[in-house]
């Protein structure tokens, strides 16, 4: 995918700038804050393609974890950056602006999720641990036995837990995500999911008891 861009004057931009998924890994914050915005603002193309090319690895890694699907992560980042040029009147001076586009990525991938068919998705509940009469668990948690140091062993451990979280219906698979791996906090994930704080709060504990029961037959000792 090309990811061509416009300016909301149209002055001075490329109309397309490189393949997304060829981009080297930078830093989310570019240098320079304060003169980068000024220039965005006046219509410099070489700060937007700067701009794009710094920030997009990242964005597109979280609109991935998000949307588990690379063209509807594309579009996501490509509206999340066409959205930000369009409103950097918005853009409060002290700011970090690749922490303000970031923001707006995710609520696009967030509004992109919400328009596409919804999958059928197992109830949580059948993941949650379950108690005896007498208060015990069933099935108590054991100390996992992780995998050592070895580059394959941790790679497939990767893929593990990413498959886990994937299978998590999405309710609980996105607040997981905001909070746990982009580290919002909670306000700003309720913000984000037009829900309360209270819900964030107990979908976020619901969705980490469910993937350490998804996770657990992978890690637990195999003589438990």
Not at 110 to 130: V, W
Not at 181 to 192: G, M, N, Q
Not at 202 to 210: D, K, M, P, V
């Amino acid at each position: 995918m090309i990811l061509a861009l416009k300016t909301p004057t149209g002055a001075g931009v490329p109309r397309t700038i490189g393949p997304m998924t060829s981009l080297s890994n930078h830093p989310i914050e570019p240098p320079d804050q304060s003169e980068l915005v000024e220039r965005l603002r006046s219509g410099d193309g070489a700060a937007y393609e700067q701009i794009v090319r710094e920030l997009t690895p990242r964005m597109l890694a979280t609109a991935k974890r998000l949307l588990s699907n690379e063209s509807d992560a594309e579009d996501a980042v490509q509206e999340a950056f066409l959205s930000a040029f369009k409103n950097l009147d918005k853009f409060q001076q002290g700011s970090q602006v690749g922490t303000w586009i970031h923001r707006i990525l995710i609520n696009a991938a967030l509004m992109k999720l919400r328009s596409r068919n919804r999958r059928h998705e197992a109830s949580i509940e059948d993941l949650l641990p379950r108690f005896n009469n007498d208060g015990h668990a069933e099935n108590p948690a054991q100390a996992w036995n992780l995998p050592g140091p070895d580059p394959i062993q941790a790679d497939e451990t990767r893929q593990v837990v990413r498959d886990a979280i994937e299978s998590l219906p999405d309710a609980y698979r996105t607040v997981l995500m905001l909070r746990d791996i982009e580290r919002l906090d909670t306000e700003s994930t309720a913000a984000a999911l037009g829900i309360s704080s209270n819900a964030v709060k107990t979908r976020l504990h619901r969705a980490r008891q469910a993937l350490r029961t998804l996770l657990d037959p992978h890690f637990r000792p195999a003589d438990n």
